[in-house]
């Protein structure tokens, strides 16, 4: 169960990343709000746990992930925003910093580098930036970091095409 500080914090986040993305009612999607940030919420939306959330984000508009849509999940720590979340994504993807075991992802704002500045949404946000590039030295997907490692970027983005399209599809969303 989160502290009381830290649930403040996440109600703020919601409510504020809700009224972002036009998901409360008689709102609109600001135009400063991430276009490929399509969701994020806690998991049980009317209960007291703001422990588990869910993220939907639309692959970058160019490159090899465009045409996917991915699901993460995200486990909020008691002690949120001071302890970084756990984010991971839930939809297979093939790139170096994520594992394509348990979609754990190697990015180091995520762990070393988090302040209580970040948000969920930010994170989410630097997520997205991490599938546009992609940091070999530190992979989780040695296939993948290899791949891109060697410059052989017809192969590796063939390989981050077709997995899109093999796992990524099943979640579009309108």
């Not at 009381?4 to 009224?19: G, M, W």
């Not at 001071?82 to 297979?92: A, D, G, L, S, Y």
Request: charged share 20%; net charge negative; aromatic share 8%.
């Amino acid at each position: 169960m989160a502290s009381a500080a830290s649930t403040k914090r996440l109600l703020k986040e919601y409510q504020t990343t809700s009224r972002e993305l036009g998901l409360l009612p008689n709102t609109t999607r600001s135009p400063s709000a991430n276009p490929d940030l399509l969701e994020l919420r806690p998991w049980d939306v009317e209960g007291q746990d703001l422990t588990e959330w869910t993220a939907v984000i639309r692959g970058p508009p160019t490159g090899a992930y465009s045409s996917g849509v991915f699901e993460l999940s995200i486990n909020v720590a008691p002690t949120y925003p001071t302890k970084p979340p756990v984010i991971k994504f839930r939809t297979k993807i093939f790139h170096p910093n994520v594992s394509w075991k348990d979609g754990e992802i190697c990015l180091d704002v995520l762990q070393s580098q988090w302040t209580p500045a970040w948000t969920l949404s930010s994170a989410c946000t630097a997520i997205l930036a991490l599938l546009d590039a992609p940091e070999p030295d530190s992979p989780l997907n040695v296939d993948a970091a290899t791949l891109y490692r060697t410059g052989d970027t017809r192969a590796y983005n063939s390989m981050c095409r077709m997995y899109t399209l093999l796992h990524a599809q099943s979640h579009l969303v309108d």
